[in-house]
């Protein structure tokens, strides 16, 4: 049994929280915080422009000396954003993520934004996968049904 990136959507939602490129770093952090995630997806149009993760804000702001306040968010956002389908898998997803060294992945479908999964996301849906399986051969076994 394979978990779909779809699967996790439905499980989780399909809310995100996004911020527009002109926006202060101080806003997206500020939302980041407000609504206990690490990244906002940049906006602009409709269409997505970047992202914006708490790890971008930390390491940049402070080794380029720039403040929250006065940065705008297109500034530090990352603009080459590794997007997914919900057809991807979570073991896909999972070799995405530790390959570009990323702990977000926003989810297109047809061109159009549907949701955002985390690494947490993918991490709990593959331990959720395992101990079914784990499950299945116990049961299995001992001959329980």
Same mark, same amino acid.
């Given at each position: 049994?394979?978990? !779909?990136? $779809? #699967?996790?959507?439905?499980?989780?939602?399909? +809310?995100?929280? &996004?911020?527009?490129? /002109?926006?202060?770093?101080?806003?997206?952090?500020?939302?980041?915080?407000?609504?206990?995630?690490?990244?906002?997806?940049?906006?602009?149009?409709?269409?997505?422009?970047?992202?914006? !993760?708490? $790890? #971008?804000?930390?390491?940049?702001?402070?080794? +380029?000396?720039? &403040?929250?306040?006065? /940065?705008?968010?297109?500034?530090?956002?990352?603009?080459?954003?590794?997007?997914?389908?919900?057809?991807?898998?979570?073991?896909?997803?999972?070799?995405?993520?530790?390959?570009?060294?990323?702990?977000?992945?926003?989810?297109?479908?047809?061109?159009?934004?549907?949701?955002?999964?985390?690494?947490?996301?993918?991490?709990?849906?593959?331990?959720?996968?395992?101990?079914?399986?784990?499950?299945?051969?116990?049961?299995?076994?001992?001959?329980?049904?």
């Amino acid at each position: 049994m394979q978990t !779909s990136i $779809r #699967d996790i959507l439905k499980r989780k939602g399909d +809310e995100t929280v &996004s911020v527009a490129s /002109t926006a202060s770093v101080l806003e997206a952090v500020r939302l980041m915080a407000s609504q206990n995630v690490g990244a906002v997806l940049v906006i602009d149009a409709g269409r997505l422009v970047g992202i914006l !993760s708490e $790890r #971008d804000c930390a390491r940049n702001l402070i080794l +380029e000396d720039k &403040s929250a306040k006065d /940065t705008p968010v297109e500034e530090l956002m990352t603009s080459e954003v590794l997007v997914v389908s919900p057809t991807h898998t979570v073991e896909q997803c999972m070799f995405l993520m530790t390959e570009n060294r990323v702990r977000h992945l926003p989810v297109l479908e047809d061109g159009q934004l549907i949701g955002i999964v985390s690494i947490g996301d993918v991490v709990n849906a593959l331990v959720s996968q395992k101990q079914f399986v784990i499950e299945q051969l116990e049961s299995y076994i001992t001959g329980r049904s």
